[in-house]
């Protein structure tokens, strides 16, 4: 496992365009999440401990997000070859066990996490209603432990957003393992 560390947010950067098929057997695309209050992509996968470690916390986030306007879809780009765990199968068994209730799409290609300039899972583009990047940073200050958490980053940007407000620029980047390229072994 490779830690890895988001970079530095590029504010206002337009959401990129994607088109992926979801575990569930549909297809989604940007243009699915417009006329929402804001948007949360999120890279995601089901074997890299950071993300098992906060899961509930998406999962209870994305509903929040849901009931105030916003949309949440989850990408696993990850190779499968090299991480049977996040094969579609796999991640479909977990969406479901854990009824997850947003979209989760299949980036298999990997073209989609190059195009976000995704680095690693989780790692999370909060775009404002008109699909402007807004926040890029960790969910929480307390990855590893539920009961520590005191600040909800991810959850106060949004609500800076319902707002139509700025979320706060001084954004802790996310952490986790890194995205798993084809052809790099792992």
Same mark, same amino acid.
């Given at each position: ?16 365009? *994607? ?47 849901? =009931? ?32 997850? #209730? *947003? ?20 790692? *999370? ?32 940007? *949004? ?10 620029? =001084? ?13 790099? #072994?792992?």
């Amino acid at each position: 496992m490779a830690l890895t560390y988001t970079p530095s947010p590029e504010f206002g950067q337009a959401c990129p365009e *994607f088109a992926l098929p979801s575990v569930d057997g549909q297809s989604f695309q940007l243009s699915d999440f417009t006329g929402t209050t804001a948007l949360l992509v999120m890279f995601i996968c089901n074997h890299c401990p950071y993300v098992k470690a906060i899961e509930d916390r998406i999962i209870r986030l994305a509903r929040h997000i849901a =009931d105030n306007g916003g949309a949440v879809v989850a990408i696993c780009s990850n190779d499968p070859a090299e991480y049977p765990e996040d094969a579609p199968e796999e991640l479909k068994k977990r969406w479901l066990e854990k009824n997850y #209730g *947003f979209p989760y799409l299949v980036d298999e290609q990997q073209d989609v996490a190059r195009s976000f300039g995704a680095v690693c899972t989780p790692d *999370f583009f909060l775009y404002d209603k008109n699909m402007k990047l807004a926040y890029r940073g960790r969910l929480d200050d307390s990855w590893k432990d539920a009961l520590k958490v005191d600040k909800q980053e991810l959850k106060m940007a *949004f609500e800076a957003i319902v707002e139509n407000k700025l979320p706060a620029k =001084d954004q802790v980047p996310s952490m986790g393992c890194s995205i798993k390229w084809k052809g790099t #072994g792992g």
